[in-house]
């Protein structure tokens, strides 16, 4: 059968199926970012293991080049080697870095980026960005360029800058995203004095501060978190050199974890039961709708039951918003998202995305600039055989195909192809546990 990763149509037609199977969960995106940067910066050879490739990683590996860092992919082994290489001075006295559509990336080699003499003598920096990448909110930044004399220029799908980063106070918003306040933590220690930086407005997404102390920490690195409202980073540290091996990812888990609450019989294996990952939260919230989850040793069971709608946070679980828009559709009575405002800046603008691909589908959905409502049919769905928009976000298109997997009639997806940019396998494990997901030419 086709494998639909390496496909370049954009459309794929998902028919309803009881699926059973284990899924191996593939490498958190979220740590294989903080390992590859953590790793680039000591400056020695490093082996990252249990590697998954995606657009957004590839991204990241690119970053690394102008730090004086080369990558190579052993796809077979699900290896990166990382070692030092000269950074290549650019004729023009400028480095690019080619972002693709990462925020991540983006957001965390900015300042790393700043630090002097990190990108060799150059004199500029320009960040490149496609898709709505330069669209989503920088203001945290910019407001930082501002008050520490960096000069920058904002154009079109570029950011350039000109200046060096240096050891001081900081204040930044927390209330955006968290990969603000990650950025600085990888970079202010590098420079020669102490820095705090003190978080306005609190912090969302807590567990991926705590996942960025944590890969810190493992490459020697010593941040003090006081309660997420300030963090006190001394300067003139060293990055150790060192492996690192990444954790399977509870954000790709939570697609199936959906799925099998709503049927059953599937397995998610490669869980570290003690991770810090944010997106571990799909599983109290499964609970809190009425499903239960079955631990052997890294492998969870998420048993099938009647499930009730909820109200729920997701100011700390952002991209796990699509598919509970999907769970609730499923549950009985009405689920509302609340706290949702940061899902209008993300690949697209999920709160309307989702709202107007699951009325395709029948279902009763409103939404306010922070929440979507959603008025669940149970698991009784009767949708007609329709087509939907995968408005080039791969956590859409992963959601509305679980919603198609539930459904009642065939759903052909246009713009699949975006789950390239974090889980290419996706439809390939769908198929592996009984999907039934066809390439349209």
Same mark, same amino acid.
């Given at each position: 059968?086709e494998?639909?990763k ?6 794929v037609s998902?028919k309803?199926q ?6 191996s969960?593939p490498a958190?995106k ?13 400056g020695?050879?490093?082996?990252i293991?249990?590697?998954?490739m995606s657009?957004d990683i590839?991204a990241t590996?690119?970053g690394?080049k102008?730090f004086g860092?080369?990558s190579?992919?052993?796809?077979k ?13 650019s004729?023009n006295?400028v480095?690019?870095?080619?972002c693709?559509e ?5 957001r965390f080699?900015?300042?790393i980026?700043l630090v002097?003499n990190?990108?060799?003598d150059?004199?500029r920096?320009?960040f490149?960005?496609h ?11 910019i407001d ?5 004399g960096i000069?920058?220029?904002k154009s079109g799908?570029?950011l350039e800058?000109?200046?060096t980063?240096?050891s001081?106070?900081y204040e930044?918003?927390?209330n955006?995203?968290?990969q603000f306040?990650?950025g600085?933590?990888f970079?202010?220690p590098l420079l ?5 930086i ?5 912090a969302?997404?807590k567990g991926?501060?705590d996942?960025t102390?944590?890969?810190l920490?493992?490459f020697?690195?010593?941040i ?6 300030k963090?006190?980073?001394r300067?003139n ?5 060192q492996?690192?091996i990444?954790?399977?990812?509870y954000?790709?888990?939570?697609f199936?974890?959906v ?7 599937i397995?998610?294996a490669?869980l570290? *039961? ?6 571990k939260?799909i599983? #109290? $919230? %499964?609970?809190?709708? !009425?499903?239960?989850t079955?631990? @052997?040793?890294?492998t969870?069971?998420?048993?099938p039951?009647h499930?009730?709608?909820? *109200?729920i946070?997701?100011s700390n679980c952002p991209?796990?918003? #699509? $598919? %509970?828009?999907v769970l !609730?559709?499923y549950?009985?009575? @009405?689920t509302v998202?609340?706290n949702?405002a940061?899902?209008r800046?993300?690949?697209?603008d999920?709160i309307?995305?989702m709202e107007t691909?699951?009325r395709k589908?029948?279902?009763?959905v409103e939404s306010t600039r922070?929440s ?5 049919w149970?698991n009784r769905?009767a ?7 995968g ?5 859409v298109v992963?959601?509305l195909a ?5 459904g009642s009639?065939?759903v052909v997806i ?8 974090s889980y290419?396998?996706?439809f390939?494990?769908l198929?592996?546990?009984?999907g039934?997901?066809?390439v349209?030419?």
């Amino acid at each position: 059968m086709e494998n639909i990763k390496n496909n370049t149509a954009d459309k794929v037609s998902i028919k309803p199926q009881m699926l059973k199977g284990t899924v191996s969960v593939p490498a958190s995106k979220s740590a294989l970012h903080r390992g590859i940067i953590a790793a680039a910066l000591s400056g020695g050879k490093c082996t990252i293991k249990n590697v998954s490739m995606s657009q957004d990683i590839e991204a990241t590996l690119r970053g690394i080049k102008a730090f004086g860092c080369k990558s190579a992919h052993d796809s077979k082994a699900r290896t990166l080697t990382l070692s030092p290489q000269r950074t290549a001075k650019s004729s023009n006295n400028v480095t690019e870095i080619d972002c693709g559509e990462s925020g991540s990336t983006l957001r965390f080699l900015i300042p790393i980026a700043l630090v002097p003499n990190m990108c060799g003598d150059v004199k500029r920096i320009r960040f490149i960005g496609h898709g709505r990448l330069m669209q989503r909110p920088l203001k945290p930044y910019i407001d930082m360029f501002d008050s520490h004399g960096i000069s920058y220029k904002k154009s079109g799908d570029t950011l350039e800058l000109y200046g060096t980063l240096k050891s001081g106070a900081y204040e930044i918003e927390g209330n955006v995203s968290s990969q603000f306040i990650t950025g600085l933590l990888f970079a202010l220690p590098l420079l020669d004095g102490d820095s705090e930086i003190t978080v306005l407005n609190g912090a969302e997404s807590k567990g991926y501060i705590d996942m960025t102390i944590n890969a810190l920490k493992q490459f020697g690195i010593e941040i003090e978190n006081r309660n997420y409202i300030k963090y006190i980073i001394r300067g003139n540290q060293k990055y150790k050199t060192q492996n690192f091996i990444a954790e399977a990812d509870y954000s790709q888990a939570a697609f199936f974890a959906v799925l099998s609450a709503l049927r059953g019989g599937i397995r998610l294996a490669n869980l570290r *039961r003690d991770s810090l990952q944010g997106d571990k939260a799909i599983f #109290p $919230i %499964l609970a809190s709708f !009425g499903s239960q989850t079955r631990w @052997t040793e890294d492998t969870a069971e998420i048993l099938p039951a009647h499930l009730t709608g909820q *109200r729920i946070d997701v100011s700390n679980c952002p991209d796990l918003a #699509p $598919i %509970l828009s999907v769970l !609730g559709l499923y549950s009985e009575g @009405t689920t509302v998202l609340c706290n949702a405002a940061r899902l209008r800046d993300k690949e697209s603008d999920r709160i309307e995305a989702m709202e107007t691909e699951l009325r395709k589908l029948g279902a009763q959905v409103e939404s306010t600039r922070d929440s979507l409502t959603i008025h669940g049919w149970g698991n009784r769905p009767a949708f007609r055989e329709t087509e939907v928009s995968g408005r080039n976000d791969h956590r859409v298109v992963m959601s509305l195909a679980i919603a198609a997997t539930l459904g009642s009639a065939p759903v052909v997806i246009d713009g699949a192809e975006a789950i390239a940019k974090s889980y290419p396998d996706f439809f390939n494990d769908l198929r592996r546990i009984g999907g039934r997901a066809e390439v349209l030419s």
